[in-house]
């Protein structure tokens, strides 16, 4: 597993990237499938941020989709700590779903995502303008896969990549969905359907 430690703006010192291959070493034993890890150190400027100033964000590469995790604190060390163990419960709740889906009968599963949407970070297409950041602009724009896949299989996705939301395309419906985090570890489905579906959904209710 290959370890790359960068600074947007930041200088490296070589006793932290020891300190991260340390850290992140104990990842191989939730995937045996990682290649790559990627940790990028980012500072910001702004004094009022002084407490969460330094931001630390871990992207996983492997034979499987991406996994990211991020966290800011006012040491790249704390930030490094937080993201890290963000970074171990999405591998471990990917791990038990992997477990559960084993456990599923083969017929019951038509795809896994693994198979659906291989990711590497470095072919990712996506545009990121961050320097001279200003509130209220659009400051990234990403290309997402729009390969169809089940609801049950944008879940996966979404606990781990670590975000409250997946935008996917139903396969079952066709239509382009969201998935959603719920209070209560409970999760939520939007869909967006078109005027004629819209219309024969009211129909079909009324």
Do not use: W
Request: proline share 5%; charged share 30%.
């Amino acid at each position: 597993m290959e370890i790359v430690v960068k600074g947007r703006n930041v200088e490296v010192p070589e006793h932290f990237r020891t300190h991260v291959a340390e850290k992140l070493s104990k990842t191989e034993r939730y995937d045996a499938k990682i290649i790559r890890v990627d940790v990028e150190l980012s500072h910001e400027t702004n004094p009022r941020l002084a407490k969460t100033a330094q931001k630390v964000q871990i992207t996983l590469g492997s034979k499987g989709p991406a996994v990211r995790a991020e966290a800011c604190a006012d040491s790249f060390y704390s930030a490094l700590d937080a993201a890290s163990h963000k970074l171990e419960s999405q591998l471990r709740k990917a791990a038990d779903r992997r477990r559960s889906r084993e456990r599923t009968p083969a017929s019951a599963v038509a795809a896994t995502p693994d198979e659906l949407l291989p990711s590497d970070p470095a072919t990712e297409n996506a545009e990121s303008v961050e320097e001279g950041h200003v509130p209220g602009r659009i400051v990234r724009v990403k290309d997402h896969p729009g390969l169809p896949i089940t609801v049950d299989q944008a879940l996966y996705q979404m606990e781990l990549v670590g975000h409250d939301f997946y935008l996917f395309k139903d396969a079952e419906t066709g239509l382009s969905s969201v998935v959603y985090r719920r209070v209560g570890f409970d999760y939520g489905l939007l869909r967006l359907a078109d005027d004629a579906a819209a219309e024969v959904a009211d129909v079909a209710a009324s």
